[in-house]
């Protein structure tokens, strides 16, 4: 199994950027799936999740109604996530994961078992 993660980069205040996490070895369309990002000092944050139907998503109280988290089950599943309105403290490597206990989407990061090598974001003030 692989998550890939991608779309990172640099970006000023108030610009958007969109994430890519492509899944491969397996499908995942039944499996939540959900993105957190870690800045450095900082212990690794929720950020958004989605149920496998995508149908069902949460977020983080920081990114509400900035970011957007969505997902294409076509073939192997491909994870999105849409940052705009992005700010300093948005700062951070973004990792994308898998739960592969089929539940609701979950907010913290004991509960996901594969995740991607991470991309850097990073936002100038």
């Known amino acids: 199994v692989q998550l890939q993660a991608s779309g990172g980069g640099l970006v000023q205040a108030g610009g958007s950027l969109r994430l890519s996490c492509a899944a491969s070895?397996?499908?995942?369309?039944?499996?939540?799936m959900g993105w957190f990002r870690q800045a450095p000092g900082k212990e690794r944050e929720f950020v958004a999740a989605i149920s496998g139907s995508g149908l069902t998503t949460l977020y983080a109280d920081s990114v509400k109604g900035r970011f957007t988290i969505s997902r294409d089950n076509a073939r192997y599943t491909v994870l999105s996530l849409q940052m705009n309105n992005l700010k300093a403290e948005d700062t951070a490597v973004y990792y994308c994961?898998?739960?592969?206990?089929?539940?609701?989407?979950?907010?913290?990061?004991?509960?996901?078992?594969?995740w991607g090598q991470g991309t850097q974001v990073t936002v100038s003030s």
């Open positions: 070895g397996r499908t995942f369309s039944e499996n939540a």
């Open positions: 994961a898998v739960d592969i206990t089929i539940t609701p989407p979950r907010n913290y990061a004991g509960a996901y078992d594969y």
